[in-house]
């Protein structure tokens, strides 16, 4: 009975691993591919307890069992070792900090904002979820005089999007035609192109088609960009474990967590008693490569914010 009992424990968790694997793979036709794609990191952990259980089964079925949940760990721990091996720097080049953070329908406390801003010497700051208010008190908190250059353009919901810069701004645009404001600009004097994004929420289960279309999107719109540096931030309620998020970075990009070596960086919920669960939150970069990321709370968000140094090349 204990024999059986331990093969059938190790049997589930071998298949909630090979679900989340074979999710990764596939193009999400519901939130709840979705769901198991986005947390296949966890799901894996069946496959490291399955070794564990059918070793101790000491069964022929047992051993058989261990080879694959063995090999799933394998292929789990590849897919993600990239993430944690930080990516040359250039020896040369000046650095710029970016920072993105979801206000949570403008209820993030605006001096947190603010204060992160200049603690962090953050020269482009991407906001989402920028409503009226949330903007005023922005204001009032300072941010304006740390960042006198912006695209902003809030709501009165969750729909607002904003890009402020130590620098002035060129040819900025905002596109409204997705469910949340998408703003982007170019820094004067550099050849540096920034965009802002918010994707729309996949939960619940309503809004999945609307997430599914933003991401459909995003990837030619992205990749439209135009500019030899792109730096891109926001919420983009995905992870690298997620297919349409992958086809992004298919356009040339670069996740800065897994390229400065930052390794898993979760940044929601972050409102929670326990700390967040996954990395939806990214800052993207194109011909530029981050030296650092990690992450700073701010009172009053589900999200935790986002810092990058990112070095970018030397002009030629």
Wanted: charged share 15%; net charge neutral.
């Amino acid at each position: 009975m204990r024999r059986r009992v331990l093969l059938w424990l190790a049997w589930l968790g071998l298949a909630a691993s090979l679900i989340g694997l074979l999710a990764r793979y596939l193009t999400p036709g519901s939130e709840y591919v979705l769901g198991a794609a986005t947390f296949s990191g966890y799901l894996a952990l069946g496959a490291l307890v399955a070794v564990l259980l059918f070793a101790l089964a000491r069964s022929r079925a047992g051993w058989v069992g261990c080879a694959l949940s063995g090999a799933v760990v394998v292929w789990t721990v590849g897919l993600h070792l990239p993430e944690y091996v930080a990516e040359s720097v250039p020896p040369h080049g000046r650095d710029l900090v970016v920072m993105t953070a979801n206000l949570r329908v403008g209820s993030a406390d605006a001096a947190s904002v603010v204060a992160a801003v200049r603690s962090r010497h953050v020269d482009v700051l991407m906001l989402e979820e920028l409503t009226v208010d949330e903007d005023v008190r922005l204001r009032t908190a300072g941010l304006w005089r740390v960042l006198p250059y912006a695209i902003a353009d809030p709501r009165l919901y969750a729909d607002g999007t904003g890009l402020w810069s130590r620098q002035p701004l060129t040819e900025t645009r905002v596109f409204r035609q997705l469910g949340f404001s998408f703003v982007t600009a170019r820094l004067s004097g550099a050849a540096v192109t920034v965009a802002a994004v918010h994707v729309y929420g996949p939960y619940p289960s309503p809004q999945f088609p609307r997430w599914y279309q933003d991401m459909q999107s995003y990837p030619a719109l992205l990749g439209g960009l135009r500019g030899r540096t792109i730096l891109v931030g926001g919420d983009f309620n995905a992870t690298a474990d997620d297919e349409q998020f992958r086809a992004i970075l298919a356009r040339g990009y670069a996740d800065a967590a897994e390229q400065a070596g930052a390794g898993f960086t979760p940044t929601w919920p972050a409102d929670r008693w326990f700390p967040p669960l996954i990395a939806i939150d990214h800052v993207l970069t194109r011909g530029a490569v981050a030296r650092s990321v990690d992450s700073v709370e701010i009172p009053g968000s589900d999200h935790r914010a986002l810092i990058a140094v990112v070095r970018l090349p030397t002009r030629g």
